[in-house]
């Protein structure tokens, strides 16, 4: 009798590694943070680096400069998380 509620709980956890329906978008965990840090990290201020024209040299060709831009803190939406990871409606 042991054995065979052994053998249940066994296949219990069997079947709840196999589940149906589509695979996981993420296979472990760490990943998935990664992918949410990312997004955080993305609507925080930081800065960014821009191209800007600063005039004309003297054969007449535009003159270039790069220059560091703080970007503005942008809103944190559960839209745009799951925008963000990759998660949509279309296939549920």
Known sequence: MA????????????????????????KTEAELRMAIQAYFDEQDPHIIKHMEATGFNERGQTAWAQRDIMTEQRPLTISGLARAIGLDRSHC
């Not at 709840?16 to 978008?25: E, I, M």
């Open 3 to 26: 054995e065979s509620t052994t053998q249940q709980a066994e296949q219990n956890q069997s079947d709840d590694k196999n589940p149906v329906g589509r695979s996981l978008k993420f």
